[in-house]
DNA sequence: TCTCATGCGGTTTTT
DNA sequence: CCGCATGAGA
């Protein structure tokens, strides 16, 4: 990930204890210990005021700064000092604001070196965001800091830590698509499918038991072995967790709780951390689940008497650290978050890890964040109106002192190309009225909606991106290219060995892999062995040639890792093994594509080496690991932004547009069987009305394509929840109904839903007759691709447009394959459309 | 062993 | 609709 800078990598790479400032802090120098501030040794017990703002004013200079413009609630949350404190932060009450500045005020008063702070964070965007904004507090001073998200502190813990419990520091790490392919080959073994399982929910399973902390041998115990269904799965999680430790490899939800683990098995190692981090900071609280809350459980508590002697003498300082009965207190611990914006228990995040905070923690103080400073009062009287309909929360309302701003603009279209339409046309309007295209974004509940919205905003030339679609890692040829570093780092990775086995095509099929693979385990030897002495299996002689050139390559490539540069090894690998001299030369012409990927990647590496001189090809293979899809966000792009709900999570724009509002969407279907999925469901709507800051649109359609069929669409419950004064619907649900034709309304209908109370205009239904009347829509969109070639347009041509009909040219702009034509229509006006494709003839 | 054709099933969100 | 698995033929 990005978010690793060189200085905090050099500290983690060689030996991460020794090179902590904390030990070198000289002895007798009291300020930098918890010891000479207010509340250290012993907090102040319990919630008390005393602590922060008013005992003993701060003495350093720059503290006023840190509090400039922040609210009574903010100052208080950044200057409060105690052993636990959570800081309840509504939708943008300006959390991320008051936790750089409580990181930034510990540093400044002295109370912390940076080294002693932990700052943990979901994504990499997020601790990336984080990083910069400490940096920008206080430059140099904030080296040495772990801010990074969970998962990444603890693959440093873990590379550090890995020999103490049968790994090595070069493990691998299993995204879920590797885990998949292990588990599809493992089923395929046992032959589970005949029970029913599958990859995906096996893995889904195995998921769900890792974040609750259980493994194979818990789960042994408790699992009813005379259920044959039962008994399968116990054999699958146990072939699955010996395929790992056998690869030397880590899934996801190892990484944490494996860390937990090791904390728990070797407390002299836990220890170390312990003692290390005072401050640990965590955000997004309410998403975390148990693994999680466990490691920060274990990070935050206090080091033994017994332990910290062991610890001093083995040269560690830690008296000032000691308090009077001589162990280290647990480090004090600070939480952010907002049971509204939950949306991940599907995952396995357990909202009552904020809910009961104050349970957990006794004596935690709490501070609420309730003015926002983001959204228009409209956009959070609708925010505020619609979570209200989850029971079992604390009541909660944000409040901005900006002003009511405009309504919120609804709109239905008749199918999701329409609603796309709109969409792409709302955005032009924005766009002429001088809002930037980085200020909007569109959310949508499923990636499959990209679909249409794309169709649409390539053919009217809207500059757009999608965050986190199709990501370059997931490619499959970029997946190989690693499967290579991978193999090459690691050699017990069988995984990826297989991977790249017959990939180019060298004429190894699955037959001679199971050779290969029942010939390791017969002897007892890896994977990589066996291939290296392919040679005494007696297979055919261009086959163990193929095999032979294969292990070669991989012992040329791992000398070159001693030597250093991770481009020079990549560069290697897929010239050598013929990766990508054989997607060039292949005639299927999206390897010409696939190809370019793969030499892309080569310059990821120099990338990657520009930024961290000192990173190895393991650092490298992590870093790659752990990149998520809403990493690259990048505002600079001067594009709208298309994302799902959850990857809108901690965002924010000028313009939103929330697509897709509809039963069995959003509620998503699946979410109807799920204890709390409608709660959840309700949050993520939350989450997206909330991420808006002026303007609001909402929007749905009367029939929605999926798996290549149209089917009606009914209008989302959440609707209802949000003050009909609060919208103005451009065409409502009933009105777009009546617009097709006859009002017949369907049987099944859901009348009371839509009662004269709610909005107007919403009484009518949606019936099944629009599917038929479909030819008749005015704005139906064809979905067929076309190319117009080399179409010559120019301004005063008259052309003719499927879905828009006869309209002159205005200007044409752009040049190649990014020709757009400004087009004036005679009755849908002014359009943009990318010449090459757009459905027109000229007239 | 590789390539092509056909049929089937699946589908939420993601570190 | 799309990707994937399966099976036949080269």
């Excluded at 994504?123 to 990083?131: D, F, P, S, V, Y």
């Excluded at 836990?270 to 148990?290: C, G, I, M, W």
């Excluded at 979905?783 to 009909?805: A, C, K, M, P, W």
């Amino acid at each position: 990930m990005t978010t690793e800078n060189p200085s905090d990598r050099d500290s983690a790479t060689p030996i991460i204890l020794d090179g902590w400032p904390v030990a070198e802090i000289p002895s007798g120098d009291g300020v930098y210990s918890n010891g000479s501030r207010d509340g250290a040794n012993g907090w102040p017990g319990g919630g008390g005021a005393g602590a922060g703002a008013g005992s003993g004013g701060p003495g350093w200079g720059g503290a006023s700064r840190l509090l400039d413009g922040l609210n009574p609630q903010q100052r208080e949350a950044v200057e409060y000092r105690g052993p636990a404190l959570l800081i309840v932060a509504g939708a943008g009450s300006g959390k991320t604001s008051v936790l750089t500045r409580r990181v930034a005020s510990l540093i400044e008063s002295r109370e912390a070196w940076p080294s002693q702070i932990l700052a943990i964070t979901f994504t990499n965007k997020a601790a990336a965001e984080m990083r910069e904004r400490v940096g920008a507090l206080l430059g140099q001073g904030a080296d040495g800091m772990w801010i990074s998200t969970f998962h990444s502190a603890c693959v440093r813990i873990l590379r550090k830590e890995a020999e103490n419990f049968g790994f090595t520091q070069s493990f691998t790490i299993y995204d879920s698509a590797d885990s998949r392919v292990l588990l599809k080959r493992i089923i395929k073994e046992l032959e589970a499918d005949t029970f029913g399982f599958t990859p995906a929910n096996a893995s889904a399973r195995i998921s769900k038991l890792k974040n609750e902390l259980a493994d194979v041998e818990s789960f042994a115990r408790m699992v009813n072995t005379s259920d044959p269904q039962e008994a399968m799965f116990l054999a699958i999680f146990r072939a699955y967790t010996r395929a790992l430790t056998v690869a030397n490899a880590f899934d996801f939800d190892d990484l944490i709780g494996q860390t937990v683990y090791l904390f728990r098995a070797f407390p002299h190692v836990a220890a170390k951390y312990q003692r290390r981090f005072r401050h640990v900071l965590v955000d997004e609280y309410q998403d975390t689940n148990h693994a999680q809350y466990s490691l920060i459980r274990e990070l935050t508590r206090a080091v033994p008497t017994d332990m910290v002697n062991e610890l001093e003498a083995a040269g560690d300082h830690v008296r000032n650290l000691r308090d009077d009965e001589g162990k280290i207190p647990g480090a004090s611990l600070t939480v952010v978050g907002d049971s509204d914006q939950s949306i991940y228990a599907f995952r396995g995040a357990d909202i009552r890890n904020i809910t009961e905070f104050e349970r957990d923690f006794p004596g935690a103080k709490v501070v609420l964040l309730e003015q926002n400073y983001r959204s228009t009062q409209n956009i959070l009287s609708a925010a505020n109106a619609v979570i209200a309909n989850n029971f079992d929360r604390k009541d909660k309302k944000l409040w901005s002192a900006g002003g009511d701003g405009d309504k919120i603009i609804g709109f239905t279209g008749y199918s999701g190309h329409d609603e796309a339409q709109f969409v792409a046309d709302e955005i032009e309007k924005l766009h002429a009225a001088g809002m930037a295209y980085s200020e909007i974004a569109v959310f949508y509940r499923t990636n499959a909606q990209t679909r249409a919205l794309e169709e649409i905003f390539i053919r009217s030339a809207l500059p757009y991106r999608i965050m986190g679609g199709t990501k370059f890692y997931e490619r499959a040829e970029i997946k190989d290219a690693m499967a290579y570093l991978a193999a090459v780092a690691n050699p017990l990775d069988t995984l990826a060995m297989r991977r790249i086995l017959n990939t180019p095509k060298r004429g190894i099929g699955p037959a001679t892999e199971t050779q290969l693979a029942s010939f390791a385990e017969a002897n007892d030897i890896s994977f990589r062995e066996a291939l290296r002495d392919a040679a005494s299996l007696g297979l055919g002689p261009k086959v163990t040639r193929a095999i032979t050139g294969l292990s070669e390559l991989l012992d040329e490539a791992s000398a070159l890792v001693a030597e250093g540069k991770v481009s020079d090894v990549i560069t290697l690998l897929i010239t050598k093994s013929g990766l990508v001299e054989t997607l060039r030369s292949s005639r299927d012409p999206q390897d010409e594509a696939r190809a370019e990927n793969v030499e892309e990647l080569i310059a990821v590496t120099k990338d990657f080496e520009r930024n961290n001189p000192d990173g190895n090809l393991v650092d490298f293979l992590t870093e790659v690991s752990l990149v998520a899809a809403a990493d690259d966000l990048d505002d600079s792009s001067g594009t709208v932004s298309l994302m799902t709900l959850h990857t809108a999570k901690g965002l924010e724009y000028d313009a939103v547009f929330l697509t897709g509002v509809e039963e069995d969407l959003l509620p998503h279907r699946m979410s109807a069987g799920e204890p709390g999925g409608p709660s959840e469901e309700r949050r993520l709507f939350y989450v997206g009305i909330t991420r808006a800051r002026k303007k609001l649109h909402i929007s749905l359609a009367m029939t929605r394509a999926q798996y290549g069929e149209t089917s009606v669409a009914m209008p989302s419950r959440y609707l209802q929840e949000i003050p009909a004064e609060l919208i103005e619907w451009r065409q409502s649900p009933g009105m777009a109904n009546s617009r097709g034709g006859t009002q017949s309304r369907a049987l099944n209908a859901q009348k009371s839903r839509w009662g004269d109370d709610s909005a107007p205009g919403l009484q009518g239904s949606f019936n099944g007759k629009a599917l038929t009347e479909k030819k008749d829509w005015p704005n139906r969109v064809t979905n067929q691709v076309r190319d117009n070639g080399d179409l010559e347009l120019q301004s005063g041509d008259r052309i003719r447009h499927t879905d828009f009909g006869e309209g002159r040219v205005q200007q044409v702009t752009g040049i190649g394959a990014k020709r757009i034509a400004h087009v004036a229509f005679d009755s849908a006006g002014a359009k943009k459309l990318l010449i090459k494709i757009a459905p027109i003839e000229k007239i």
